[in-house]
Every structure is written in structure tokens, then in C-alpha cells.
T-cell receptor, first 117, second 111 residues
Framework: GAVVSQHPSWVICKSGTSVKIECRSL??????MFWYRQFPKQSLMLMAT?????????EQGVEKDKFLINHASLTLSTLTVTSAHPEDSSFYIC?????????????FGPGTRLTVT | GQQLNQSPQSMFIQEGEDVSMNCTSS?????WLWYKQDPGEGPVLLIA?????ELTSNGRLTAQFGITRKDSFLNISASIPSDVGIYFC???????????FGTGTSLTVIP
């Protein structure tokens, strides 16, 4: 397997503030990282795909100015939720692929629970 | 995004029973993955399938990549309480490297 970490595991913030979530691949170089959002008892919704050193590709309906993604190194990607509102409260999960992993294998982080009050 | 439908949506079974679930798509996929997610955790990869018709096992789990490339199946034999969780299939299409996730199957194992 492979290990992907996320930080923080949970965060509570006030409406209007910004929150940054980190995703790290600990034992492999992740050329591609994915960001997902999951509502309770629902499936994972892909938000964006980021390749190291490139701009992220956002899925239709995802506001790129609101969900800023940076993938500056082969082991770190960040998701910043800007001017957060209560409707942004959700479980955010990243995954990573590339490096020594088999083609198209991706491993997930443990997720970050965001609550906006 | 593409829609992958999983069935059943939920299952309640007795410990020791076998479990079968499937995932279907209207589109062809080149790769199928099966994941298990525990509450409040990220999904954990169980099995990856790369060729149509492929049958792959991981302990008590067996998954198959459908011949039509539009479906996949996961079987769990002799279920145990720790099998409880939500199982997701994921498919990789012909374009790009995005995976699309199924709707999930919630499994409850009754001791």
C-alpha cells in the first residue's frame, strides 16, 4: 500500500474565514492528487484533479476561486476554502497517485471534517 | 460526471454469510477499483482490476471486471463484524485520469 495523510483531521471555522487543508503522500511521490467532497451517507464527489507543478483541473460546478488548489511538490497538495460559508461544511478527502504505484492506483487520506459556523 | 450505480444500496447479513454486490455503468471503464470506507475515515483500497474478465482475490474478497467493461462485482466470503462499512466501486474512463465513484453499498454484519 501507500500512505497519504491529511491535516487537520477536523476544523471549525467562522463564516467568512478561509481554511487550508493539507494532503501529503508520505512514502511515494504523487504526481497527481485528487480532491473529493463527501456529504453524509453519500458517495465521493470529485472536485478537482491536480498534477504537480500545473494548475488544477476543476470538475463542472466547482468554483475554482472558492476552492483554491495548489500542488507545488510531489508530496504536498493543499486545498484552501476561501470565504467559507455553512454550506461548505463537509468531509473533504484527498487521494494521490503516481510514483511507485501501479498505473491509476490511488490512495486516500483519512479526510478532513470542516464545519463552518 | 459519470454515474456508477451500485446495488444493493444496503445489506444486513448474519456473521458468516457470503456477500455479493455489484456496480454498473452506462460507460465503458478501463480500470475498476473497490474501496471500503469506515465512518469518518478515508476509503481504503481493497482490490484493483485492470482487464476485462479479470478475477482477483484479496483474502476473503474476490472482485471481477465484467466482460462488457461496464460492470464489476465484489464478493465477500464468510463475513465477520469488521467487514461493516460502506463499499465503493470506482471506474477510470478513457479520458484523463479521473476516477468516478459508485453510489456505495452499506454493509451491516450482525454477530
Amino acid at each position: 500500500g501507500a500512505v497519504v495523510s491529511q491535516h487537520p483531521s477536523w476544523v471549525i471555522c467562522k463564516s467568512g474565514t478561509s481554511v487550508k487543508i493539507e494532503c501529503r503522500s508520505l512514502d511515494f511521490q504523487a504526481t497527481t492528487m485528487f480532491w473529493y467532497r463527501q456529504f453524509p451517507k453519500q458517495s465521493l464527489m470529485l472536485m478537482a484533479t491536480s498534477n504537480e507543478g500545473s494548475k488544477a483541473t476543476y470538475e463542472q460546478g466547482v468554483e475554482k476561486d472558492k476552492f483554491l488548489i495548489n500542488h507545488a511538490s510531489l508530496t504536498l497538495s493543499t486545498l484552501t476554502v476561501t470565504s467559507a460559508h455553512p454550506e461548505d461544511s463537509s468531509f473533504y478527502i484527498c487521494s494521490a497517485s503516481g510514483g511507485r504505484l501501479r498505473t491509476y492506483e490511488q490512495y486516500f487520506g483519512p479526510g478532513t471534517r470542516l464545519t463552518v459556523t | 460526471g459519470q454515474q456508477l450505480n451500485q446495488s444493493p444500496q444496503s445489506m444486513f447479513i448474519q456473521e458468516g454469510e457470503d456477500v455479493s454486490m455489484n456496480c454498473t455503468s452506462s460507460s465503458i471503464f478501463n480500470t475498476w477499483l473497490w474501496y471500503k470506507q469506515d465512518p469518518g475515515e478515508g476509503p481504503v483500497l481493497l482490490i484493483a482490476l485492470y482487464k476485462a474478465g479479470e478475477l482477483t482475490s484479496n483474502g476473503r474478497l474476490t472482485a471481477q471486471f465484467g466482460i462488457t467493461r461496464k460492470d464489476s462485482f465484489l464478493n465477500i466470503s464468510a463475513s465477520i463484524p469488521s467487514d461493516v462499512g460502506i463499499y465503493f466501486c470506482a471506474g477510470l474512463g478513457n479520458t484523463g485520469n479521473q476516477f468516478y465513484f459508485g453510489t456505495g453499498t452499506s454493509l451491516t454484519v450482525i454477530p
